[in-house]
């Protein structure tokens, strides 16, 4: 019978510091070794399977003391029996963790990162977070598997649309307001949930854009590019981390001790606990860096690893790698208090029970305001890449539309790649969101094509839809479960038969615009060139049809910006801006230069771009000081006047070169943004800043400080369009490595 004590109801649940090492110290005092490792085994349930389970009876092992936490059990009512058979009939009655993949949305499904990512807006990410959180906690839920936060900067790769795109600055900041929405103030409160930053690390690098695949990354380019996003997670609390999949330099991030103790736990003092992805501890094996599964649980627990998730590994193992002498003791009373450390936070010693109420469940799942916000953020995600002739906005005394392709109805692939709890039937559709505006307007839908199968047999009705309609839109592009895990991708075109039926309406020449849903950056050069207006709509989730029709009629002028380079060419990925210079710089005049025979190096559209149904100006590019020092903030100025017909949003990017340095340094670095509201004719002066630390960087014997010398800076629409001035530095200074 359960010692219970799960069950103390005098239990300060969440307190200082002092009350949980007391707690937790008396707690582990009454562990076997046993149980202490029975805590750092994560097992999968049986409800929503993400990957291999076997049919080990997993309930009567977590009542045996062998099992810490649950992944992807769901509903309140399936997870309270859960707890109840181990908090109610293990010895000790030590609560579960239970954790999902709650990533963007959870009933409610918002834009995927990717597209919530161009927003720029980090209180609706933030929101977006938070909303999940609450949901996901109302159905017994207390653990995310999120945020993703791996920089990608290679479009092939399919779990490019988890995350914030191709810059570590913006990226850090995205980090930091997810992970302060999924676990609000304070993790006790019952309605948010203990957070899991992954995957570490740089699994964004892997070569070739093939998921799984190894990464080769220099310990510079590690620390300036991939690590700032889980660095600013760490500083904002972040309850887990979750390894990566790939190798790093040699060694699988699921063993790499040189991450997970030497960086994360000793150098950023890193308090909560690491956990696995997927069974990637037995996948040691496969990489070829250990003999067994037996030396893979040896090398991940010595490595820093304090929970396994999936392999059974430390269940099976880890036992008999104490008494060999493999593994210390230490190292298994270390992450067995981590683990116990974050359900004391949570509050699950307190009642163990706390996620699972009904009633909290009916108040909360699918609340109408969480759906107002779902479309409020969808709204912001939406990027205006082309606007020939200001065919957009539409006029709403138009009399007749045509809306033609795959995604002109279709629910589920709107939820977008790892929508997880979603339910297609939230989505509003396309068609749907086009009829919720009431207009005058025949709507004349036809699919016309798959997304894939060559099958023509639907041109004809999209083409008799086209000839009797006064404007064509084209909802074309990828399905949902063309991007995400295991999703990489040889073709980032859109696909084949899909450009077949585009440019049989062309021929018509109507005014056509083309709704692109995508998972990642594709090439769309031919179509940039032959669609007079191109929306990049994503997957926007449950709202997504209310908000594309938002934006196509001007009830909302879009103001998202890219947050990764589009190529003009499949051959030039991977394609960045903040890339290095050369010794010879491109010049399309000099063979001996970096450049292709046979095309430009520019991309089609740079970071940070995305154009308004308004225009704006820039002028007056001012800093208060010409030489910055130590304990200086520089302040630059700018104004911004709104010169066209609407009033509108614009994303104000401030961006610097270092101009020389000990190692080489980017042509550019994104290092503040503003987004601001300018009605017609309105003009603001932007206040952004700098400081010395913003200049930070590893430097050539990879130290993290910055150095004395000459800069640029730029602010402008985007990465690409800009006014310039320039400062200098004067100091050179360690710096904390913070973001």
């Not at 899991?196 to 080769?216: I, L, P, S």
């Not at 209310?546 to 890219?562: C, E, Q, R, W």
Request: with cysteine; charged share 25%; net charge neutral.
């Amino acid at each position: 019978m359960a010692e219970q004590t799960a069950h103390n109801k005098n239990l300060k649940a969440w307190g200082n510091d002092q009350d949980m090492k007391k707690f937790v110290d008396d707690l582990m005092g009454k562990m076997t070794l046993e149980e202490k490792i029975g805590q750092t085994v994560l097992v999968a349930s049986y409800w929503n399977v993400t990957g291999p389970v076997s049919g080990i009876d997993y309930v009567q092992d977590a009542r045996d003391g062998k099992i810490g936490a649950f992944l992807n059990a769901q509903t309140y009512d399936f997870i309270y029996r859960l707890q109840k058979a181990v908090v109610e009939h293990s010895r000790l009655g030590i609560p579960m963790m239970f954790g999902f993949d709650a990533i963007h949305g959870y009933k409610t499904t918002f834009p995927t990162p990717l597209a919530m990512s161009t927003s720029w807006d980090l209180e609706a990410v933030k929101s977006a977070a938070r909303i999940t959180a609450k949901e996901a906690a109302a159905d017994g839920l207390n653990w995310t598997y999120a945020p993703m936060v791996d920089i990608a900067r290679d479009p092939r790769w399919g779990r490019v649309v988890e995350g914030a795109g191709e810059d570590p600055y913006l990226g850090a900041k995205i980090a930091k307001a997810q992970v302060e929405g999924f676990q609000g103030d304070e993790l006790s409160d019952v309605g948010t949930v203990a957070a899991c930053v992954k995957h570490f690390a740089a699994y964004g690098a892997v070569q070739a854009g093939r998921d799984y695949n190894t990464t080769e990354v220099p310990e510079r380019a590690l620390r300036d590019t991939y690590l700032p996003p889980f660095k600013a997670a760490v500083d904002a609390g972040v309850a887990t981390i979750m390894t990566a999949f790939n190798d790093l330099n040699g060694v699988p991030c699921t063993g790499n001790k040189f991450l997970l103790s030497d960086v994360l736990k000793k150098e950023w003092g890193f308090k909560g606990f690491v956990v696995t992805d997927y069974t990637s501890i037995y996948e040691m094996t496969k990489h070829g860096n250990v003999k067994d599964k037996k030396e893979a649980g040896e090398v991940a627990m010595n490595a820093g690893v304090d929970m396994d998730m999936q392999s059974d590994i430390y269940k099976n193992s880890l036992l008999k790698s104490v008494k060999e002498g493999k593994v210390p003791e230490s190292e298994i009373d270390d992450a067995c208090r981590r683990i116990l450390n974050m359900k004391y936070r949570l509050g699950l010693f307190q009642d163990p029970y706390r996620y699972c109420s009904k009633k909290r469940a009916k108040k909360v799942l699918q609340n109408p305001e969480h759906f107002k916000t779902a479309r409020s953020v969808a709204d912001k995600s939406i990027v205006l890449l082309k606007n020939d002739q200001h065919i957009l906005p539409l006029k709403k005394e138009v009399q007749s539309v045509a809306l033609i392709g795959p995604l002109a109805d279709d629910q589920l692939d709107q939820l977008g790649s790892w929508y997880t709890a979603g339910r297609k039937e939230t989505v509003t559709t396309i068609y749907k969101g086009l009829q919720n505006k009431h207009l005058k307007a025949t709507i004349n839908m036809a699919k016309g094509c798959d997304f894939e199968k060559n099958d023509e047999q639907g041109f004809a009705e999209a083409i008799a839809a086209a000839k009797k309609s006064d404007v064509v839109l084209l909802a074309m592009g990828e399905r949902q479960d063309m991007g995400g895990e295991a999703a990489s991708r040889l073709n980032i075109e859109i696909p084949a038969i899909q450009r077949k039926l585009i440019k049989e309406v062309l021929k018509l020449n109507k005014p056509t615009v083309l709704l692109l849903h995508n998972c990642r950056p594709l090439v769309i050069t031919w179509e940039a060139e032959n669609i007079p207006a191109i929306l990049d709509v994503w997957h926007l989730g449950s709202e997504a049809g209310n908000a594309i029709a938002d934006v196509l009629f001007g009830d909302y002028n879009p103001s998202g910006k890219l947050t990764t380079t589009f190529p003009r060419y499949a051959g030039q990925v991977p394609l960045f801006y903040n890339h290095k210079n050369t010794g010879r710089p491109y010049n399309p005049e000099d063979h001996f230069t970096t450049r292709y025979q046979d095309g430009t190096n520019a991309p089609l559209f740079p970071f940070g771009y995305g154009l308004s149904y308004t225009t704006f100006k820039y002028s007056h590019l001012k800093i208060d000081k010409n030489t910055l020092a130590d304990g200086q903030t520089l302040n630059v100025s700018v104004d911004v006047t709104n010169t066209g017909n609407y009033d509108g949003h614009e994303v104000v990017q401030l961006y610097v070169r270092d101009l020389v340095g000990s190692v080489t340094r980017p042509v550019k670095e994104l290092k503040g943004f503003q987004k601001i509201f300018l009605k017609k004719g309105e003009t603001k002066t932007v206040h952004l800043s700098i400081k010395p630390q913003d200049l930070a960087f590893c430097r050539l014997d990879y130290s993290w400080g910055y150095e004395a010398g000459d800069f640029k800076l730029f602010v402008g629409t985007n990465s690409q369009d800009v006014l310039e001035t320039s400062f200098k530095l004067t100091d050179t200074k360690a710096a904390p490595y913070n973001f």
